[in-house]
């Protein structure tokens, strides 16, 4: 079954670190990039990260509300990518979902939209 | 970056019915346009990409339209599982951007 499956979300206090898990099967992990996208609760969608595919790189890309913080790394012999999110705070009390991003690169941007989407994971950021 | 609005914010509807929702980006995003379905506990699905094309499953009572700024998810024969929030976004500009919503209810 072609899927992706999100873990380790949790309760952690402000400033304090977590890191994310995302699990690919049912698909070449090595053939796309990986994108993390975020929705607290009640709220809308809003995109976190991404990590090309080593084909492409192997670069990464963050939102400005989580760069300098938040890191994303794969383990290509596991097929997991990582988002490490580090100094966290209250607002980034979300759930987070690993997605496969489609469409296109131009010029090194990529103009992508999400076909794949796991079920996400529950960060709460809480003294 | 570009802004994503939608409206209504909620879209009451009987089953059987039609229901059409708008999505207007603050600049021009071509066709690169998505839309989504959520339903309460779920992730989200794609339902279309590039403004007009249904996703790989999506029954054909779904359709997209529109370019430019102006868009529209159209769902006919509106049934009981079709109710849930669908949210737009566009690929056009760089990071990609999400309406906040639109929740279609049962009337």
């Known amino acids: 079954e072609v899927q992706v499956v999100e873990s380790g979300g949790g309760l952690v206090q402000p400033g304090r670190s977590l890191r994310l898990s995302c699990a690919v099967s049912?698909?070449?992990?090595?053939?796309?990039?990986l994108t993390w996208v975020r929705q607290a609760p009640g709220k809308g969608l809003e995109w976190v990260g991404f990590?090309?595919?080593?084909?492409?790189?192997?670069?990464?890309g963050y939102a400005a509300s989580v760069k300098g913080r938040f890191f994303i790394s794969t383990d290509d012999s596991k097929n997991i990518a990582y988002l490490q999110m580090n100094s966290l705070k209250t607002e980034d009390t979300a759930f987070y979902y690993c997605?496969?991003?489609?469409?296109?690169?131009?010029?090194?941007?990529?103009?992508?939209?999400?076909?794949?989407w796991g079920r996400g994971t529950l960060v709460t950021v809480s003294s | 970056e570009i802004v994503m609005t939608q409206s209504p914010a909620t879209l009451s509807v009987s089953p059987g019915e039609t229901a059409a929702l708008s999505c207007r980006a603050s600049?021009?995003?071509?066709?690169?346009l998505a839309w989504y379905q959520q339903k309460p506990g779920q992730a989200p699905r794609l339902l279309i990409y590039?403004?007009?094309t249904r996703a790989t499953g999506i029954p054909a009572r779904f359709s997209g339209s529109g370019s430019g700024t102006e868009f529209t998810l159209t769902i006919n024969s509106l049934r009981s599982e079709d109710f849930a929030v669908y949210y737009c976004?566009?690929?056009?500009?760089?990071?990609?951007?999400f309406g906040q919503g639109t929740k279609v209810e049962i009337k």
């Open positions: 990590i090309r595919d080593k084909a492409h790189g192997g670069t990464a």
């Open positions: 976004q566009q690929y056009k500009n760089w990071p990609p951007t």
């Open positions: 590039s403004a007009s």
């Open positions: 600049q021009s995003v071509s066709s690169n």
């Open positions: 049912g698909f070449t992990f090595d053939d796309y990039a």
């Open positions: 997605t496969r991003p489609r469409g296109y690169d131009y010029d090194g941007v990529p103009y992508w939209y999400f076909d794949l």
